[in-house]
């Protein structure tokens, strides 16, 4: 993790040939203003849509002839000898998504250090989600009608682009990745829709965009988050700011009858297990990770914001992260035929 235990600390010290990206030189809001230029720019865009193949079915090296992209983006064997993508930025910093539920489960500053937590139980055999990183939760965040978290984190992803941007000293590597519907989402879910991620690092920030578009004949309603579990130095340093004067559903008395309450606190700590759910969250929340750096989260689209610490319920591990995630729960999207939602996320990690 980006702690400054190692004598040096990643995100601080950057080697010259990477320029300070925004937020360390410049003022929070300022960064948050940049966040919503990201893919509009002109990119070398390899852009082969896979029609009707499953991501199953292709060889990861099929995958890399087809979308690999040298020295920034690379389709190779992940943990369980699942498809994973590499993204690698020009200034160090690193991001591994796997298809099999399009999560992104690793994110490294130059320094190398991680940022993300994944648990140490998470299985990477397909029999279950995996278990950190940033999983989807989609078309439910739950509890509700279908599986925890709907079924978004337990589908393979197909690759639809890879791009790398050609402007020599900004080169922001990015990988899109599709679901459509099929017999098994209809099964849960009876509508027909196709949901397009991209990931993207730009700088050493991690960026995300999810588009869900409403490919049928009948509007739907859909509640989703990213789940994203970060790497903390201990839970009870851990803080969270930019919630004060919130709203929250607190779930951890009975999830599925969450009690209202406000947020009186400029700064979230935790004692216990904390599972909330802060709705109308503004569109940047800071976790602290308690070794002098932070993680500033900036979002558009997605309203709400929940912060979860399942505490000693996970013995093993429950010190080591704390999930904040960017979701979209109070008020369900409504997405008319032909219309589409969208939610922007972009991390970075910045010094306190
Ligand atoms: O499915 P996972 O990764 O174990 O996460 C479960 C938790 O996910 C959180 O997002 C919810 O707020 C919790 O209520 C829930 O327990």
């Given at each position: 993790m980006f702690v400054p235990l190692r004598g040096s600390v990643g995100h601080a010290t950057r080697p010259s040939a990477c320029p300070p990206s925004p937020l360390q030189n410049c003022a929070r809001n300022r960064w948050a203003q940049r966040a919503p230029q990201r893919l509009e720019r002109t990119f070398s865009r390899r852009s082969i849509v896979l029609h009707s193949a499953a991501v199953a079915e292709q060889s990861i090296s099929t995958l890399q002839e087809k979308y690999g992209i040298a020295d920034h983006v690379e389709i190779t064997q992940g943990e369980g000898g699942l498809p994973k993508v590499v993204l690698k930025h020009a200034c160090g910093s690193k991001a591994e998504i796997y298809l099999f539920g399009g999560?992104?489960?690793?994110?490294?500053?130059?320094?190398?250090?991680?940022?993300?937590?994944?648990?140490?139980?998470?299985?990477?055999?397909?029999?279950?989600?995996?278990?950190?990183?940033?999983?989807?939760?989609?078309?439910?965040?739950?509890?509700?009608?279908?599986?925890?978290?709907?079924?978004?984190?337990?589908?393979?992803?197909?690759?639809?682009?890879?791009?790398?941007?050609?402007?020599?000293?900004?080169?922001?590597?990015?990988?899109?990745?599709?679901?459509?519907?099929?017999?098994?989402?209809?099964?849960?879910?009876?509508?027909?829709?196709?949901?397009?991620?991209?990931?993207?690092?730009h700088g050493?920030?991690?960026?995300?965009?999810?588009?869900?578009?409403?490919?049928?004949?009948?509007?739907?309603?859909?509640?989703?988050?990213?789940?994203?579990?970060?790497?903390?130095?201990?839970i009870e340093v851990a803080k969270v700011r930019g919630l004060q004067g919130l709203t929250f559903l607190d779930k951890v008395p009975n999830p599925n009858e969450p009690v209202r309450g406000e947020e009186k606190r400029d700064v979230v700590e935790f004692k216990g297990p904390v599972d909330s759910v802060y709705l109308k969250a503004k569109d940047y929340v800071e976790l602290d990770v308690g070794t002098g750096a932070a993680v500033a989260i900036s979002s558009s689209g997605w309203e709400d914001v929940v912060v979860w610490s399942p505490w000693t319920d996970?013995?093993?591990?429950?010190?080591?992260?704390?999930?904040?995630?960017?979701?979209?729960?109070?008020?369900?999207?409504?997405?008319?035929?032909?219309?589409?939602?969208?939610?922007?996320?972009?991390?970075?990690?910045?010094?306190?």
């Open positions: 999560v992104v489960t690793s994110w490294t500053q130059p320094s190398g250090d991680e940022v993300l937590f994944v648990r140490p139980d998470a299985k990477f055999d397909m029999s279950k989600p995996i278990s950190g990183g940033i999983p989807h939760c989609f078309p439910q965040f739950g509890p509700g009608a279908m599986q925890q978290h709907g079924f978004a984190r337990n589908l393979d992803w197909e690759i639809s682009t890879s791009s790398a941007d050609l402007q020599p000293d900004d080169k922001d590597p990015s990988v899109e990745l599709t679901i459509t519907d099929n017999d098994y989402t209809r099964s849960m879910w009876p509508h027909a829709f196709k949901a397009v991620y991209t990931v993207t690092l050493e920030q991690l960026r995300t965009d999810l588009h869900v578009h409403n490919t049928g004949d009948q509007p739907f309603d859909f509640t989703a988050a990213l789940h994203t579990y970060i790497e903390v130095l201990d996970m013995p093993d591990c429950y010190k080591k992260f704390c999930c904040v995630e960017n979701a979209k729960f109070g008020e369900a999207a409504t997405v008319e035929p032909g219309q589409s939602w969208r939610g922007t996320q972009d991390l970075a990690v910045i010094d306190l």
